[in-house]
């Protein structure tokens, strides 16, 4: 270290300008110069190693002398290190305070004409106290945190020369630099001792407040809100740097959407709610997700969004019948809905409810609905549904939870006036997790699904604008409530005209241009599609009818591929080539009149089918024996059925005793299919008439209907499907109730006109038609 009392500073020496920073007495530190300043101090060299430095008081002009303070210091050049980039880094040790006096322009260096100033200190009881005090207040800022090097300490603890402790201490006071260069102008040592005295204490009062604050601070923030106050500071950093990281820009685009929802009122304050909770959650808590996941959701539902309704009834009725052939009863009940809308802007939506076998087009119809309203379409499937969480959701406390199907798939669809088709509402499954059906009470009625509230997203949402389609093969396994809520519309088998019609328009063409025919299409004669009807099929729906063209299809398609020549027409005898022999006879026309056997209708889920009810008598007690899979309902009308032949035995020559030594069998064949309902009384009463008189029943009579213990005919359900199913099987005519003769509306006039049918009060009408 440089001896500073025997100094002595040359009259002349280079001179350079700083200008962020002041230079002390003392003080040792580096420059990092350009090219074009390593001259001034090389020049050094031939004055003692010595340069004048100097802060500019304005930007440097022509007069150097006026830019600069008078004031400044006189430092050594103890090193001088080039750098790779041309300049240098020069090393510079404070000496003594100058004053400049003139300057010498010598170009490229500029030398300063400099007095040397002397400081002058001598020891006295307030320069020992103020050293003393000043010690004091540097260690009290370092026990604050203020850092200081541990030489500089060191030094500070054996310097009591006011001159130099004040200099070495304004180097580290975080001072303006106004107020440096004030303390290098001030030459007295110890009022610039005051002055450094006076800083350092404003310094440890801010040190302590701070401190203070922080303290309090400390004990109130947690660790969370440490996080989130170091996050806000980070994100201050970033937004100052033009950076913004993945979070910052997630939470922005979900403010975004937030306020392009169009939500209602309060849902709009939940999400705002949960949008700054969320600002608060650490992005690596699995909170975080469970509440991005649900603002999703809430941003992403059409609160206000949907599809302008097509109100072209004409329109819409070239695409129902474009898609559909028949079904004028369902077609009709859209055009009147549109109608209705299109004379009142606000109207609740329909609940429809599809009801028949299947393939007669239930699905396919709600697709076509929706394409006629320009709507958008939804199916969801309800077949085996048994957790009710699938219709309203999970609540947000569980692990995973989602909403509702209904509420997914409108979220899904992007609109809030779907056509939303709910598929199998008949084989919806109950078991510990609730009840779907229960649950879709609400979703399915119009007075109070305004308000649906899903359990994940918790807030209600109108479904008055959504028209909901259920379909299903029957009506009573529906709970009455449920059914309640519903406007059942019946879907009935299709006739045989009507199967040839739906071939020869929508299933040939459609199973030609999947299977790749559309450039040769082979053409299916009248007599081959009535043969597939009629052999190949046996159905109330078109769905096997459509598998067997598409069978024939691909057999043609297979020919063409390997080389032989296209069938250009499809023929009966084509059929039966491509098909095999034929699966289905006519039962009745190939039977013979037989005692104790008398043909009856049934009712199933796929349609319309016939039975045959087979009395016989043998050796016995008296007893009943009931075979083929009956169920209760059926067997009790067995029993009703001979019952009434024992009371009323005497109009058929039967005497009451011949029951006591004899057993009465009744069978229905096809043992292994169950088979339950009244609607078979009258056709058991015949057939033990018919066994105990020995009069053969004509095969070509089909019968249906309830009786009670008296001989009435009670009427039946399901009309249209089991005429349908008499014609199939070649009935000619049909014992129907008299109470079921409005019910003939539903039955097409071509089977009307087919058939004979005659309508029966009490069961011995029913009997004299049915015998010989």
């Known amino acids: 270290m440089t001896d500073h009392s025997t100094i002595v500073v040359p009259e002349v020496i280079p001179l350079y300008p700083l200008r962020e920073m002041v230079a002390f007495p003392y003080m040792i530190f580096p420059l990092f110069l350009k090219q074009e300043e390593i001259a001034i101090f090389e020049e050094a060299t031939w004055h003692d190693n010595m340069v004048a430095l100097a802060m500019l008081r304005t930007e440097l002009t022509g007069d150097m002398l006026s830019s600069l303070h008078a004031v400044g210091t006189a430092c050594r050049v103890t090193q001088i290190q080039r750098l790779p980039d041309g300049g240098a880094k020069v090393t510079l040790e404070g000496l003594s305070r100058i004053r400049l006096t ?40 370092l026990s604050y945190g203020r850092p200081l090097p541990d030489d500089v300490m060191k030094m500070i603890d054996y310097i009591d020369n006011p001159a130099r402790l004040s200099d070495l201490v304004a180097l580290y006071i975080n001072l303006p630099l106004e107020e440096q260069q004030t303390l290098l102008e001030t030459v007295d040592p110890l009022e610039r001792l005051k002055k450094v005295y006076m800083h350092l204490t404003a310094e440890v009062q801010r040190l302590q407040v701070k401190g203070e604050v922080q303290a309090e601070v400390t004990k109130r923030v947690g660790k969370t809100q440490k996080e989130f106050i170091l996050r806000e500071q980070m994100k201050q950093i970033q937004e100052e740097l033009g950076e913004e990281d993945a979070r910052s820009a997630e939470l922005t685009d979900l403010r975004r959407k937030l306020d392009a929802a169009r939500m209602p009122d309060e849902v709009k304050k939940i999400a705002d709610k949960e949008l700054r909770r969320l600002e608060r959650i650490n992005p690596a808590s699995p909170e975080y997700t469970v509440s991005r996941t649900y603002l999703d959701y809430l941003t992403g539902m059409p609160w206000q969004t949907g599809t302008t309704d097509n109100r072209d009834i004409n329109q819409a009725e070239e695409v129902l019948n474009e898609d559909h052939y028949n079904l004028k009863k369902v077609k009709e009940r859209i055009l009147e809905y549109l109608a209705v809308r299109s004379l009142r802007e606000k109207m609740k939506g329909p609940i429809l409810c599809f009801v028949g076998p299947p393939g007669v087009g239930k699905t396919s119809l709600g697709k076509s609905i929706a394409r006629a309203l320009g709507r958008k379409f939804i199916r969801i499937s309800l077949g085996g549904m048994r957790d009710e969480a699938e219709i309203r ?5 569980y692990i995973g939870a989602l909403p509702g199907r209904i509420i997914q798939e409108i979220y899904r669809a992007g609109s809030n006036n779907p056509v939303f088709m709910l598929d199998e509402v008949d084989k919806v499954g109950l078991d510990f997790r609730g009840d779907p059906a229960s649950a879709l009470l609400e979703v399915l009625d119009p007075e109070q699904n305004f308000s649906f509230t899903d359990h994940y997203l918790d807030v209600p949402f109108d479904l008055t604008n959504v028209m909901f389609i259920t379909t299903a093969n029957q009506l009573d396994p529906i709970p009455p409530p449920l059914r309640d809520r519903m406007e059942v519309l019946p879907l009935a088998g299709y006739t ?50 459509q598998r067997s063209i598409g069978s024939i299809c691909r057999k043609v398609a297979k020919e063409v591929t390997q080389g032989k020549e296209a069938r250009q027409t499809i023929t009966p005898a084509v059929v039966e080539e491509f098909l095999g022999p034929r699966r289905f006879f006519n039962e009745v026309a190939a039977e013979k009149d037989r005692t104790g056997v008398v043909t009856g209708l049934a009712w199933t889920e796929t349609g319309g089918d016939i039975i045959f009810v087979e009395a016989t008598r043998m050796k016995g007690k008296g007893d009943l024996i009931l075979t083929g899979s009956l169920g209760d309902v059926m067997k009790e009308s067995a029993r009703a059925a001979l019952s009434f032949v024992q009371a009323n035995g005497s109009e058929w020559d039967v005497a009451d005793t011949s029951f006591d030594s004899a057993n009465i069998h009744i069978h229905v064949p096809a043992g292994s299919i169950p088979k339950d309902g009244p609607s078979a009384g009258i056709t058991m009463v015949t057939a033990i008439v018919s066994l105990i008189t020995g009069r053969p029943a004509r095969r070509d009579v089909a019968m249906t209907g309830e009786i009670s213990l008296t001989g009435r005919v009670l009427a039946i359900g399901g009309v249209k499907e089991k005429v349908l199913a008499a014609r199939r099987a070649g009935v000619k005519k049909v014992v129907l109730p008299t109470r079921n003769r409005q019910d003939m509306e539903d039955v097409p006039d071509d089977v009307r006109n087919e058939l004979e049918f005659v309508f029966v009060d ?4 029913a009997i004299a038609q049915a015998l010989q």
Do not use: C, W
């Open 393 to 397: 959701g999970h609540r947000r406390t």
């Open 762 to 765: 009490d069961v011995r009408e």
């Open 102 to 141: 003139g300057t010498i322009e010598d170009k490229p260096v500029t030398l300063g004409r400099v007095e040397q100033i002397r400081e002058f200190s001598e020891k006295t009881m307030v320069s020992e106290a103020l050293v003393s005090s000043l010690n004091a207040l540097l260690k009290i800022a």
């Open 496 to 545: 045989t005209e009507e199967k040839a019609m739906i071939a020869d328009r929508f299933l040939i063409p459609k199973e030609i241009e999947e299977n790749g025919l559309g450039t040769t299409p082979p053409v299916f004669e009248p007599a081959a599609v009535a043969r597939i009807i009629g052999d190949y099929t046996r159905e109330a729906g078109v769905r096997n009818l």
